[in-house]
């Protein structure tokens, strides 16, 4: 049941534990001597042949001598369980699979393998061959006779001969190129143009997909499809392992780390800048500067500096979503360091919070007076034998009032669940688009730096409180910056 606004009650029906009817199986693998694979569902066999039903309606007879093994299920179904096996960060696994996925013409699921190959490993020579990259080459150094110092005169206003324009300009973009490169370094966040454009490729499908489920939950006020939600579920995972690698070194960096490295970028800046004029000067092309926004916003993030919010509206697209997911990361931090959550409290904490970051929410913090009102409304509801946001109990008739007893004075929503564990309260949740409203609603930072309609928001909760009594308890809550906990950086209208 969800509970949401401030005083008024929404009834819905009563969520169950969600059952699954597996459909049966319409497909077959079947595996051939010399590395051929037939898919069909196979309708006859014998000691000697098998008669395979193709997908188009002809049947095909195989010899058994020929058959090495034969897989059930539909490929769709078997290329989801062999990428779940997958160990963490294995290109060549990656890239295996992606040839199978060649093989029975799963040809988007292949693309997806190769590029995953090729972000984890940038020198996976098989995986670019396969995309059509060449291999990366750094750019040329400036000649002898153009160097940085003949650049950074013509930044401090020296003459410019014509005939020499021309070397000018190549020199001072193979030096802005050098400086952008040492900048993201110092951050960590070492990407090739290859990987950036599987980046960008990835994070466009994701905006896609989960701007649909949005406004599907939020503006159509009906819940999304499992079908709708799996897509969106696998272009963020792909963003996630394409991140990985680049945010792995910034993510390990202490406070103190971050910190100097930041004081370093701050000299190289203004190295960068001297490029920059320089170029300007000349008439070229400056292009795009929001690495080195990127790369100072989130050395700025992680060494707990306040000023990276100004930095946000510098940033678009997949940059941006790579500093969500920095500050991300620091809020799921600190939620592991609280000690108090149960194990059941503690995973639907990290399902609810899994779920918002699929959707391009940040993740909430916990706050102990929330879930002390949410464990307390889930040993009242065991105790007293009902399953209701509403109570019995004079002054905790409503969460608001639950909540206002732990002396949390912002707003909240609840949802409740009962007949499961966490995992199958999450997937009921999602389920409705009530729940899912109460659940997903939140500042969204890509829909605010793009100055899009902010109507697939819902409420911008920062908190969240659980408790778990054979029912489950989640409370999300507004609570200032004063308190504690997080404030979303200032939209870009």
Same mark, same amino acid.
């Given at each position: 049941?969800? +509970? ?42 014998? *000691? ?17 001598? &020929? ?64 995309? @059509? ?172 500096? *306040? ?6 509206? &510098? ?27 149960? %194990?059941?409290? %503690? ?37 007293? @034998? ?26 909240? @929503? ?28 939140? +500042? ?38 004063? @308190? ?10």
């Amino acid at each position: 049941m969800c +509970w949401a606004g401030w005083g008024r009650v929404l009834r819905c029906a009563i969520l169950t534990a969600v059952v699954f009817a597996c459909a049966v199986c319409s497909a077959d693998i079947i595996y051939l001597q010399g590395g051929g694979v037939i898919v069909g569902r196979i309708v006859d066999r014998d *000691e000697e042949c098998l008669v395979v039903l193709m997908r188009g309606g002809a049947r095909v007879t195989v010899s058994l001598e &020929r058959v090495v093994k034969v897989e059930e299920g539909e490929p769709e179904e078997i290329y989801k369980r062999k990428a779940a096996h997958i160990r963490s960060g294995d290109a060549d696994a990656h890239f295996r699979l992606g040839l199978w996925c060649e093989k029975v013409r799963l040809l988007e699921q292949a693309r997806d393998e190769f590029e995953k190959a090729l972000v984890l490993d940038p020198n996976h020579q098989d995986a670019r061959r396969k995309l @059509g990259f060449l291999t990366a080459s750094e750019p040329a150094s400036p000649s002898m006779g153009i160097g940085e110092k003949a650049v950074e005169k013509v930044a401090l206003g020296g003459a410019v001969e014509g005939q020499r324009r021309k070397e000018l300009v190549s020199a001072a973009k193979v030096l802005l190129r050098r400086r952008r490169r040492e900048i993201l370094r110092l951050a960590g966040l070492t990407l090739d143009e290859a990987t950036r454009r599987i980046i960008a490729r990835w994070h466009k499908r994701w905006e896609k997909a989960r701007l649909a489920v949005l406004h599907k939950v939020f503006v159509e006020k009906q819940p999304a499809s499992k079908q709708e939600l799996a897509a969106v579920r696998h272009a963020y995972n792909c963003l996630c392992i394409a991140f990985s690698r680049g945010l792995k070194t910034l993510l390990s960096m202490t406070r103190e780390e971050a910190q100097k490295r930041l004081s370093e970028l701050r000299r190289m800046k203004k190295r960068y800048e001297v490029a920059v004029k320089a170029l300007k000067v000349l008439g070229g092309d400056v292009g795009c500067d929001e690495d080195v926004a990127l790369a100072e916003a989130a050395l700025l993030l992680v060494s707990g500096a *306040e000023r990276a919010k100004e930095l946000w509206c &510098r940033l678009r697209g997949w940059r941006l979503q790579m500093l969500v997911e920095v500050m991300a990361e620091r809020i799921e931090e600190e939620n592991k360091a609280v000690t108090w959550l149960s %194990r059941e409290e %503690r995973l639907l904490v990290e399902l609810i919070n899994r779920a918002r970051r699929m959707m391009g929410r940040l993740p909430l913090v916990v706050d102990e007076r929330l879930c002390r009102a949410a464990r307390a409304h889930a040993r009242e509801m065991r105790r007293l @034998g009902y399953f209701s946001h509403i109570s019995p109990t004079e002054g905790r008739a409503t969460p608001l009032d639950r909540a206002r007893m732990e002396r949390f004075h912002g707003k909240v @929503g609840e949802n409740i669940f009962k007949g499961g564990g966490p995992e199958e309260a999450l997937l009921a949740w999602l389920a409705s688009d009530d729940h899912s409203r109460n659940m997903l609603g939140g +500042w969204d930072p890509l829909v605010a730096a793009d100055n899009e309609s902010a109507e697939i928001t819902g409420r911008c909760w920062n908190v969240l409180g659980v408790g778990a009594d054979e029912a489950f308890v989640a409370l999300f809550g507004v609570r200032k910056h004063k @308190g504690g906990g997080y404030v979303a950086p200032p939209s870009c209208r």
